[in-house]
């Protein structure tokens, strides 16, 4: 019998960059100049992919490239209005221009806008679910069909608890989550048979700018944190990992799945 001769072992960090490298691609993060989605923006690129980041504010955009181009890393802003059909069409073709037709998207832009909903108004309805839904509904027909055609894409939505369960005023905001995390259901069904993965980040209470009204409560802020299991409250810097994986080779058999990265908060 032949003897046979043993494959050399890989190196943690060369087995580590074959799952979780994301060398190569391209990256269009939504929101990315600040709270999670700049948290986001900043582990795609570290991780080595080319990121644009789109947003509305200048000079926080701005912020957000100079931080990740003084680390080494390539990054780029695009500035538009996610809260107008125009808007988000312009910012695609503008975003894809950069780099190339982005691999991984990541809608993590969002509006917090919470009436009461006997107090519900036309507009705060129609800009919730413009921003919060129907971007991420225009940015996914843009760009993962493409994805779809070159066997490879990574399409990652960033949700809300509430989602799934109503408190403080979820009003319409939670609809538009709650409608995102189906939308993330149909674009699995339709374009992961071709490789494009689709799944959802649900964050507990994180403090950021999108949560500023309930960060200026200290005892509701306290009272989130003995919530979750991990007894804090969450950091933008918690969906690091999680966001590597899902844009990575390594979640190739993920999707259609919403990640809960919420310190155990949906199950205390």
Not at 36 to 45: E, S
Not at 118 to 136: F, H, S
Request: contains cysteine; glycine residues 12%.
């Amino acid at each position: 019998m032949t003897p046979q001769t043993p494959h050399a072992p890989q190196t943690p960090p060369a087995y580590l960059a074959g799952l979780f490298s994301l060398e190569g691609l391209n990256a269009v993060v939504t929101g990315g100049s600040s709270g999670i989605g700049r948290a986001i923006a900043g582990a795609l690129a570290r991780a080595g992919a080319r990121v644009v980041v789109v947003a509305r504010r200048e000079a926080e955009l701005a912020a957000t490239v100079d931080e990740l181009t003084a680390d080494g890393c390539r990054a780029a802003a695009v500035s538009c209005d996610l809260g107008s059909r125009e808007g988000v069409r312009a910012g695609a073709e503008e975003a894809a221009a950069v780099f190339g037709e982005p691999d991984i998207l990541v809608n993590s832009a969002g509006i917090n806008l919470r009436p009461p909903m006997g107090e519900m108004t036309d507009e705060v309805w129609d800009a919730t679910m413009a921003v919060n839904l129907e971007a991420p509904h225009l940015l996914g027909r843009r760009f993962g069909p493409g994805m779809a055609e070159r066997g490879f894409g990574r399409i990652i939505h960033v949700s809300s608890q509430q989602a799934h369960r109503a408190f403080v005023q979820s009003g319409a905001y939670g609809v538009s989550k709650g409608a995102l995390e189906s939308l993330t259901r149909s674009q699995a069904e339709a374009w992961s048979p071709r490789g494009v993965t689709c799944n959802t980040l649900v964050p507990g209470f994180v403090m950021t700018p999108l949560n500023a009204r309930l960060s200026s409560d200290p005892e509701r802020v306290a009272a989130l944190a003995a919530r979750t299991l991990t007894g804090r409250n969450g950091l933008a810097e918690d969906f690091a990992g999680a966001a590597v994986f899902l844009a990575s080779r390594a979640s190739g058999y993920v999707t259609g799945q919403s990640l809960f990265v919420d310190g155990g908060f949906s199950v205390h």
